[in-house]
């Protein structure tokens, strides 16, 4: 059974910082693309960002280019979120999400954590 559990959330100030995890397990996800997500309360789920198999490969919304990186270990099955100078419009519950195509990653088609809350405090 495929799990994926996010964790590192929190609250923390505007200009603060968190960094998210995100560990996969119940398969082999070797090619496996890993993305990020977030909700905030009464909006549509939005990309945030996503990384290739290898890391070669970073791909960000702009709302959070040159803050936000997102990173891969390969070899403990996880995915990072490292998230700076938050801001208040960053409040969400974010989700970590994987599949092997780009396409089906950002249609939503790809496995899904339960997801962690984010609160940036002005």
């Known amino acids: 059974q495929v799990q994926l559990r996010e964790s590192g959330g929190g609250l923390v100030q505007a200009g603060g910082s968190l960094r998210l995890s995100c560990a996969a397990s119940?398969?082999?996800?070797?090619?496996?693309?890993m993305g990020w997500f977030r909700q905030a309360p009464g909006k549509e789920r939005e990309f945030v960002a996503a990384i290739s198999w290898n890391g070669g490969s970073t791909s960000y919304a702009d709302s959070v280019k040159g803050r936000f990186t997102i990173s891969r270990d390969n070899a403990k099955n996880t995915a990072y979120l490292q998230m700076n100078s938050l801001k208040p419009e960053d409040t969400a519950i974010y989700y970590c999400?994987?599949?092997?195509?780009?396409?089906?990653?950002?249609?939503?088609?790809?496995?899904w954590g339960q997801g962690t809350q984010v609160t940036v405090s002005s």
């Open positions: 999400s994987t599949h092997i195509a780009l396409k089906d990653l950002l249609l939503g088609s790809g496995y």
């Open positions: 119940g398969r082999s996800f070797t090619g496996y693309r």
